[in-house]
Each structure stands twice: as C-alpha cells, then as structure tokens.
Antibody
Framework: QVQLQESGPGLVKPSETLSLNCSVS????????WSWIRQIPGKELEFIGY???????NYNPSLRGRVSMSVDTSKGQFSLNMRSVTAADTGIYYCARGRLQPDSWGQGALVTVSS | DVQMTQFPSVMSASVGDRVTITCRASQAISNSVAWYQQRPGKAPRLLIH???TLQSGVPPRFSGSSSGTEFSLTISGLQREDIGTYFCLQHNFYPPTFGRGTRVEVK
C-alpha cells in the first residue's frame, strides 16, 4: 500500500519561497501523476497542481507564475515550490497520488507564513 | 471555476442512523465527482469515485448517487469510526474543486 509523507519547513517568511517534499513509499512514482493540494483556514481545499512521473506538470491558473513542481524518481520524491508567499498562503499542504481524483494522500504539512 | 456547494456543514447523528451529505455543482459536471473521508489527524481517504463507484476496500454502507447537478454521499448505518469530515471533489473541469466539507459527529 502506497504511503506519502510531506516534509519541509513549517515556517516561511513573507516574500520567500515555500518548499515541500513528498516521499513516496510502498510504490513507484512510475507511471502515476502526483498532486499538491492545500487547505487554507476557513476555506475549502484548493488544488495546486500535478506533475507526471516523467516531469510534465500543470498548475492551477490561480497560482500559475508562483508555483513549480519537480520529481526525482531515483529518490521516490516529488516537490513543490511556491514563490513570493504571503500570510494568505498559510495552511496545510497535502501531497497525493493521482491527477484529478487522488486515491492516496499524505497526512499534510502545516506551513505558516510569518516574519 | 466550478463551485461545489456542500451541505450540511455539520451533522450529528446516532449510531445506526442513515446519513446523507450533498454537494451541488454550479454547472453540469457529468458524473465526475469523488467523495473523501478525513478522520481526525489522518490523511484523506477516497471513498467513492465517478459519483457512485465504491473504492476498493471501502465498506458497502457507503454509497454515492447523483441527480442532475446534485451529488450525494450516504452512510447507511452510521458507525462510531465514521466520525470525521467528508468532502466532495469535482474533476470534470480544470482545476478540480472541492466542497467545504461536512463534519459528522456521533451523538
């Protein structure tokens, strides 16, 4: 059974870059799509984007320009970078397997944007 | 983006009760709806996909249905382990969008 685990700094300063990794165990990155989803307090879950194991990615238009994703199949990891963060980016960030209706999720990583 | 209006936001029911949660889409989305359960402190779990198809390993007391732009998740015989938050997801249009969630409590 595949398991996903997010990791990264829990505190990021405004205007800096949020960076998170997702480690996948119990399965291969190939041949799946991998997604990032976040939940801002008081709001519904928001889809950030997805990346294919080969590296092609697609992002939510509302975040395009600030977001990039990458994949490292040798390490069994994929990553999220979000530039120029503000307090409005504070929330729980989830990684998940699947492009449109993810079938396995990590437990989430709390990221706070604050100086 | 497609808006998914989910209701109720909180539901309190007794063990054995039938519980129904609904999401209404802001436009036609075919049957491209999934339902998830998130128990406290746990990762979200896929319950239903394609509006009414039970994910492997999910107990049959969970079922999904649809009528037009309304999609429902029903728990037939609530169990204590069903406590948590349930949310819907549409993926007919990009980006996928979620309902706000329904917190299910057991009386």
């Amino acid at each position: 059974q595949v398991q996903l685990q997010e990791s990264g700094p829990g505190l990021v300063k405004p205007s800096e870059t949020l960076s998170l990794n997702c480690s996948v165990s119990g399965g291969s990155l190939d041949p799946y799509y991998w997604s990032w989803i976040r939940q801002i307090p008081g709001k519904e879950l928001e889809f950030i984007g997805y990346i294919f194991y080969s590296g092609s990615a697609n992002y939510n238009p509302s975040l395009r320009g600030r977001v990039s994703m990458s994949v490292d199949t040798s390490k069994g990891q994929f990553s999220l970078n979000m530039r120029s963060v503000t307090a409005a980016d504070t929330g729980i960030y989830y990684c998940a397997r699947g492009r449109l209706q993810p079938d396995s999720w990590g437990q989430g990583a709390l990221v706070t944007v604050s100086s | 983006d497609v808006q998914m209006t989910q209701f109720p936001s909180v539901m309190s029911a007794s063990v054995g009760d039938r519980v129904t949660i609904t999401c209404r889409a802001s436009q036609a989305i075919s049957n491209s709806v999934a339902w998830y359960q998130q128990r406290p402190g746990k990762a979200p779990r896929l319950l239903i996909h394609s509006s009414s198809t039970l994910q492997s390993g999910v107990p049959p007391r969970f079922s999904g249905s649809s009528s037009g732009t309304e999609f429902s998740l029903t728990i037939s015989g609530l169990q204590r382990e069903d406590i948590g938050t349930y949310f819907c997801l549409q993926h007919n249009f990009y980006p996928p969008t979620f309902g706000r969630g329904t917190r299910v409590e057991v009386k």
